[in-house]
């Protein structure tokens, strides 16, 4: 499960492990700043894409004044602000319905690697560490830092390949059965709605 703070570590996940072995939650697609990734677990995913808090940045892109998250996918590009009190309301249903998805996911009872897309520093890492153990205390998981010297190679949203792939590589990931099973529903769902 990728933890942010932009789409760089879930587009790694799947390349490496398989394109099912993720479902997308919230933090896939928006750049979520780790101070917002901490308000997100304190504040359990709810009331982070409030209308009054959103803005249009110059380059069209929508991002949240309160908590500093941008939302690449949630708004076509070059959006604007006249648009933006039209397509709010398809747009928080969207996020509301990706914050319910990370929610479930900690909460089943299945193993989890978190993955960050860069390093945090200790104090910050060590606080989501809690935070997900407070809220999976019933859960195996491991909370994986980004690689070291990712910063500026590659492709702004997947990065350096090769550097990924050597740092997930000490994680193999088994797709439970019952996770298979979900993974075809949810698919089923996306071709039919």
């Not at 308000?39 to 009331?47: A, E, H, N």
């Not at 060590?126 to 070291?148: H, M, N, W, Y």
């Not at 190679?153 to 550097?163: A, I, K, R, V």
Request: proline share 6%; hydrophobic share 40%.
């Amino acid at each position: 499960m990728s933890l942010g703070p932009n789409c760089r570590p879930k587009a790694n996940i799947r390349r490496v492990f398989g394109r099912n072995t993720s479902l997308r939650h919230v933090f896939d697609w928006q750049v979520t700043p780790p101070s917002a990734l901490i308000d997100y677990f304190q504040k359990d995913f709810v009331g982070f894409f409030e209308r009054e808090d959103l803005f249009v940045h110059e380059a069209g892109v929508v991002g949240n004044r309160r908590y500093g998250t941008l939302h690449y996918h949630e708004f076509p590009a070059g959006f604007t602000e006249a648009a933006l009190v039209s397509s709010y309301a398809a747009a928080r249903a969207r996020h509301d319905r990706w914050c319910t998805a990370t929610r479930r996911a900690l909460d089943n009872r299945r193993p989890t690697l978190f993955v960050l897309g860069q390093p945090l520093p200790e104090s910050e890492l060590q606080t989501i560490v809690k935070l997900i153990a407070a809220r999976c205390s019933f859960k195996d998981f491991a909370v994986l830092d980004g690689p070291e010297g990712d910063d500026d190679t590659g492709d702004l949203w997947e990065g350096n390949p090769t550097l990924w792939s050597k740092h997930l590589s000490p994680f193999k990931i088994e797709m439970p059965f019952s996770a298979l099973v979900s993974y075809q529903i949810y698919r089923l769902r996306k071709h039919i709605g």
